[in-house]
């Protein structure tokens, strides 16, 4: 097994366990494979190899138009799942900052409470204060991580 692949399995263990959506979107994105043209196709060497088995069978020769499906390789998996935790974590970062601005836009405390009437236990609150500080740093270690190595820009 490459290392890719044992990289890409352990990953995906983990992801299955805390985020298991975005584990089975990639799942299914790394099924269904990539889309190509047929015209990247021509110019990979495999190209003569492809041509000649449509030869011997008989198969009517694939035009520049066409698209086919190609399977992911281990680089591209792990390219996936990267960018797929960089664009969580950054949605993540902006959502909660969108939300912190509209609460100081309109006077709106940014504490939430959570409480059920009935029940005479202490209410849940979210600090949106808090939530979009550990967004941003989650956002920032991403991309450390992942990403350009440094923090993501500003927007």
């Given at each position: ?117 009935e029940s005479a236990s202490e209410p849940d609150r979210i600090d949106l204060n808090i939530e979009a500080e550990r967004a ?20």
């Amino acid at each position: 097994m490459a290392v890719e692949d044992e990289q890409y399995g352990r990953i995906m263990s983990r992801l299955r366990a805390d985020l298991p959506v975005l584990a089975e979107q990639l799942d299914a994105e790394v099924r269904s494979g990539r889309l190509i043209s047929e015209e990247s196709l021509f110019s990979g060497s495999s190209y003569q190899d492809r041509k000649a088995r449509l030869a011997e069978s008989k198969l009517p020769k694939l035009a520049k138009s066409d698209i086919g499906v190609l399977p992911y390789t281990g680089s591209e998996r792990l390219d996936l799942v990267r960018d797929a935790l960089l664009t969580l974590a950054e949605t993540m970062s902006s959502s909660r900052k969108e939300l912190l601005r509209f609460t100081d836009e309109f006077g709106v405390s940014p504490v939430i409470e959570f409480s059920d009437f009935e029940s005479a236990s202490e209410p849940d609150r979210i600090d949106l204060n808090i939530e979009a500080e550990r967004a941003q740093r989650a956002r920032n270690t991403m991309a450390h991580r992942f990403g350009s190595g440094g923090q993501v820009s500003e927007r």
